[in-house]
């Protein structure tokens, strides 16, 4: 489901040095990710799911599930971000899958109780550092996939943080903060929502699709909000 948010995320006082910057999304990049390993969650011929966390916006724990191919090289990689109330293991079905494809993905637990977007923008920024810095990982193939409240953050991110080169954006509503972002992006980007969605209304589907620059990939399915 989404959640209502105050368009005015406040202004960041303090950067600590940062170099990720982006306005009231901007965050202090040097900080350690502090990642700890919490062993194997999965496993299989061409993929393991590996459970760990790392250090997010305010120094609180972010839980994550790093999906990696078995094949050696360095992948394109991609994080998927759940929507209002979720948690880490929402969207590891379609992350296993496009491991099982060659992509490191990485799933993460956003906080339930964010008063503004900040904090699920700034999680989702210092995911894209622990991707960033996989040898595994090939940096200038990153790409996020958000699912309503994540597709909000998602559309943020596609404007505030130059590294995506693709963002999915499936169910997102188009609030002013979304779309205030999403025009400055220079990402792919994709838009996937049903025709019944019952959350999201679809004038705010539709805003947030007309606020892309250029000419998005958009899909409609014969569907409700859970696509």
């Not at 350690?32 to 061409?46: D, K, N």
């Not at 724990?61 to 293991?89: C, M």
């Not at 900040?118 to 790409?143: E, I, M, N, T």
């Not at 019944?196 to 409609?220: R, Y």
Request: some cysteine.
């Amino acid at each position: 489901t989404e959640r209502g948010f105050d368009p005015r995320d406040p202004p960041l006082t303090a950067c600590g040095g940062a170099h990720r910057s982006a306005g009231p999304f901007a965050y202090d990049a040097s900080a350690p990710l502090a990642v700890r390993a919490e062993g194997v969650y999965a496993t299989a011929p061409r993929a393991a799911v590996r459970a760990l966390s790392f250090r997010g916006a305010g120094s609180t724990r972010v839980e994550a599930y790093l999906v990696v191919p078995r094949a050696p090289g360095r992948h394109p990689a991609v994080l998927f971000l759940h929507g209002s109330g979720g948690t880490r293991s929402d969207r590891i079905g379609p992350a296993a899958k496009l491991a099982l494809r060659g992509v490191v993905t990485l799933t993460i637990t956003e906080p339930a109780a964010a008063e503004t977007y900040r904090p699920l923008v700034v999680d989702a920024r210092r995911a894209l550092d622990l991707l960033d810095a996989r040898h595994d990982v090939d940096a200038s193939r990153l790409g996020v996939v958000g699912f309503s409240l994540g597709g909000q953050i998602a559309a943020i991110l596609a404007g505030a943080d130059p590294r995506p080169v693709a963002v999915g954006v499936i169910a997102g509503r188009g609030t002013d903060v979304a779309r205030y972002w999403i025009r400055r992006s220079r990402a792919r980007l994709y838009f996937q929502a049903g025709t019944e969605d019952e959350v999201v209304p679809h004038a705010q589907l539709l805003a947030l699709m007309h606020a892309a620059p250029g000419t998005p990939k958009i899909s409609w399915y014969t569907i409700g909000h859970t696509l």
